[in-house]
């Protein structure tokens, strides 16, 4: 174990973790955003409504998100309207197209899960709220996605970390994240034990502090659903 390697490589490792939080949290936060309109509207009764969104997120979550990296990165590249256009200059940015990948990728997901808390809404809950006249708006405000979100939260839990291990592939599309920055000490000193083996125990961090930070939100919010 060459103890010397890793300590010089240590700064190369702490930008490839602000680099992995910085893609994890925009992917999360977009993600999230279209999410919830997405899963209303794929819980909706009306199949015009919901088989769209349906094909959206069965075509994301039976690709590879390494596959979809690739055709936002490089794909889209060929086009020559694509490079004349005024979207170009984000989409020449290695970082933007990672980060709009995994918030593709992650809102198929989050869009199925939030989905299916909403249809496992108690009935109950949505006929108490109509019979105190509450308008469908309210009833989505104040009943049916807080109820649905906190629900939806372990299961939201497993695909964040999930989506932590994701930005891995980060580093096949010229960023310096934390693989990145494994297979750059790799390249520097021939060492990749030592290389992944740090970029592990980076990584092992980072999903532990996600995991303690659900689990208090879990405890905050599902606490009514522990038995007493």
């Known amino acids: 174990m060459n103890v010397d390697a890793i300590i010089e490589s240590m700064p190369l490792y702490f930008n490839g973790v602000l680099t992995t939080i910085k893609l994890l949290a925009t992917a999360l936060l977009v993600g999230l955003v279209f999410a919830l309109p997405l899963g209303i509207l794929?819980?909706?009764?009306?199949?015009?409504?919901?088989?769209?969104?349906?094909?959206?997120?069965?075509?994301?979550?039976?690709?590879?998100?390494?596959?979809?990296?690739?055709?936002?990165?490089?794909?889209?590249?060929?086009?020559?309207?694509?490079?004349?256009?005024?979207?170009?200059?984000?989409?020449?940015?290695?970082?933007?197209?990672?980060?709009?990948?995994?918030?593709?990728?992650?809102?198929?997901?989050?869009?199925?899960?939030?989905?299916?808390?909403?249809?496992?809404?108690?009935?109950?809950?949505?006929?108490?709220?109509?019979?105190?006249?509450?308008?469908?708006?309210?009833?989505?405000?104040?009943?049916?996605?807080?109820?649905?979100?906190?629900?939806?939260?372990?299961?939201?839990?497993?695909?964040?970390?999930m989506m932590l291990h994701g930005t891995s592939l980060a580093s096949i599309v010229t960023l310096m994240d934390l693989t990145g920055a494994a297979r750059e000490m790799n390249s520097r000193f021939y060492l990749p034990f030592e290389a992944f083996l740090t970029a592990g125990a980076f990584y092992l961090a980072l999903t532990f502090v996600l995991v303690s930070a659900f689990h208090l939100v879990e405890k905050r919010f599902l606490s009514h659903l522990r038995a007493r």
């Open 42 to 161: 794929r819980a909706s009764p009306n199949l015009w409504i919901a088989r769209p969104v349906w094909c959206f997120t069965y075509v994301i979550r039976g690709t590879p998100m390494l596959v979809q990296l690739f055709l936002v990165y490089y794909g889209l590249a060929q086009f020559e309207w694509m490079r004349e256009s005024a979207l170009w200059p984000w989409f020449r940015s290695a970082w933007f197209c990672a980060a709009l990948a995994f918030a593709i990728n992650t809102c198929a997901y989050t869009t199925e899960m939030l989905a299916g808390s909403i249809k496992a809404t108690n009935a109950g809950e949505l006929e108490a709220a109509r019979s105190m006249g509450m308008s469908r708006a309210t009833v989505l405000r104040r009943i049916l996605l807080p109820s649905a979100l906190r629900r939806a939260l372990p299961a939201y839990s497993n695909e964040a970390i």
